[in-house]
């Protein structure tokens, strides 16, 4: 059963064309490896399945609903980029990590609360020390803490965009099984955006490959 439906879409940026008349399907209990040249619209595409940037009307369904001008489906999708506690600085530079002396424990409280199970089993796939502060962490503690945060209430679709780069392989390894997991006991959709391929193949199911003249080819995982 297809989650997020696509059909002939035109997006562009200005006169700058993204996708023309691109058209694909995305399907529940699947893991699918988003990957392709730089600049070749992977972001992007993740930022219209998640509602973040208006597209054409009715050439984008996500459970059957325009993610962005439908906005009660926002809670089935979690979508996890690299703009989390950054900023931008005028003559300094951009995305500049927020530091905060808020310890990781006094943040979303109430949907720790109301999710206990899957907020310790975060906690334990991604190491978290709930005691960690934002300006005492690496960079690749916050990112952890960043998806500890945004995985923490259930969600139907998950949209990750590069966001394993600074992991330790370890932790990468507990994070890939347990979105595997996500996909075969919850059937979430998963679509992963990365080019960074080590240890994947045990645990896609679709590779989706973009190339600088914006040609979209999907394989099966035994192809």
């Known amino acids: 059963m297809n989650c997020i439906e696509i059909k002939d879409l035109t997006f562009k940026y200005d006169d700058l064309v993204c996708f023309e008349h691109l058209t ?7 893991f699918y490896i988003l990957s ?26 996500v459970l059957n609903h325009d993610p962005f001008r439908n906005t009660s489906i926002n809670h089935h999708i979690c979508f996890i ?24 424990k006094e943040m979303m409280v109430s949907l720790k609360n109301k999710y206990p199970e899957r907020n310790k089993e975060l906690i334990d796939v991604l190491d978290i020390n709930v005691n960690w502060t934002m300006n005492s962490i690496s960079e690749g503690q916050r ?33 890939i099984k347990y979105l595997k997991k996500l996909t075969t ?39």
């Open 81 to 104: 980029g690299n703009e989390w506690g950054t900023k931008s600085v005028p003559f300094t530079g951009y995305s500049i990590p927020i530091c905060s002396s808020l310890k990781v």
């Open 185 to 223: 006991e919850q059937e979430v959709c998963v679509i992963y955006a990365t080019h960074i391929f080590d240890d994947l193949d045990k645990y896609y199911t679709d590779l989706i490959y973009i190339d600088s003249k914006k040609k979209i080819d999907i394989k099966k995982k035994n192809e």
């Open 143 to 175: 990112k952890r803490v960043q998806l500890y945060l945004g995985m923490i209430q259930p969600f139907k679709i998950c949209l990750l965009d590069e966001i394993t780069v600074n992991l330790d392989l370890l932790i990468k390894y507990k994070f």
């Open 24 to 30: 694909i399907n995305f399907k529940f209990s699947s």
């Open 36 to 61: 392709g040249v730089n600049g070749c619209g992977k972001s992007t595409l993740l930022k219209i399945i998640s509602g973040k940037k208006l597209s054409e009307y009715d050439k984008v369904k």
